[in-house]
């Protein structure tokens, strides 16, 4: 037999519940916005690589626009190709100023079709036959180059890089970081790699970076840090005048000594 007491109780229990219903929506609604929030917390951004300029980029600045960069601005951007500057694209298609480069390049017309992008072929050819034409390509417009930086807008051109010392510093100590100029030992190619001038010193060193060490000197060409300092006259440095003196014991050597 039931007790009336509980009964009662049980029905006063069933009335408040009825009274005061528990929002079950609710209370699911805000269980999982705090699930979320905790998740949200808890999620972690992609991954930071440091680049080579010493800036941060995440996995998510991938190089957008790939697409429509041009094959000269692509190849200017590769690593040791900071001491070559971007010719302009009428300067390549005027034969007069490609006159000669035919006979010391092979596979020219690709060649020049993959600079000005006008690669349509690409799907015609083996992966063997691909590489040599970008090799050619290559070579095709470091020539081209060693012309462009000796006419007035390749001058100035060069003249940005130069006022922001992409080309380097010297490396002597009486030069005071005084920014270089790039140069070729030969106009032949294939025969030297390239250097950079000091005009403060007025001598020739090995780049800093060795990727730049790997460029053929023809592609820069022995006139043009001369002429770009005639055209440029205010670039030009006062020439050093303190050397280095070796001492013995506070002694300068005699220059006679061994």
């Not at 060795?210 to 060409?221: F, L, V």
């Amino acid at each position: 037999m039931l007790n009336p007491g509980s009964s009662t109780s049980a029905r006063s229990t069933l009335t408040a519940t009825r009274s005061n219903p528990i929002n079950l929506e609710a209370s699911s609604s805000s269980s999982t916005k705090k699930i979320t929030s905790q998740l949200s917390k808890d999620a972690k951004p992609p991954p930071a690589t440091i680049s080579e300029t010493g800036s941060e980029e995440t996995e998510l600045s991938t190089s957008e626009g790939d697409d429509d960069t041009s094959w000269i601005t692509w190849f200017c951007g590769l690593r040791g190709n900071e001491l070559l500057c971007e010719v302009d694209e009428e300067f390549i298609q005027d034969d007069f100023n490609l006159c000669g480069l035919q006979a010391q390049v092979s596979h020219y017309d690709h060649a020049l079709d993959m600079i000005l992008d006008n690669d349509s072929f690409s799907g015609e050819l083996d992966d063997e036959e691909h590489s040599g034409i970008e090799n050619a390509a290559e070579m095709l417009y470091g020539l081209i180059h060693a012309r462009y930086i000796l006419t007035s807008k390749g001058i100035n051109a060069m003249h940005e890089k130069y006022k922001r010392v992409d080309f380097g510093r010297c490396p002597r100590v009486f030069c005071e970081g005084q920014p270089c100029l790039p140069l070729g030992t030969s106009d032949i190619p294939c025969n030297s790699a390239v250097k950079i001038y000091c005009p403060k010193c007025e001598d020739i060193y090995f780049p800093r970076c060795k990727y730049q060490s790997n460029m053929d000197g023809a592609y820069i060409g022995t006139t043009f840090p001369h002429l770009y300092l005639m055209s440029y006259p205010s670039s030009k440095p006062a020439k050093a005048s303190e050397k280095y003196v070796p001492r013995v014991f506070g002694f300068k050597l005699h220059k006679d000594s061994k």
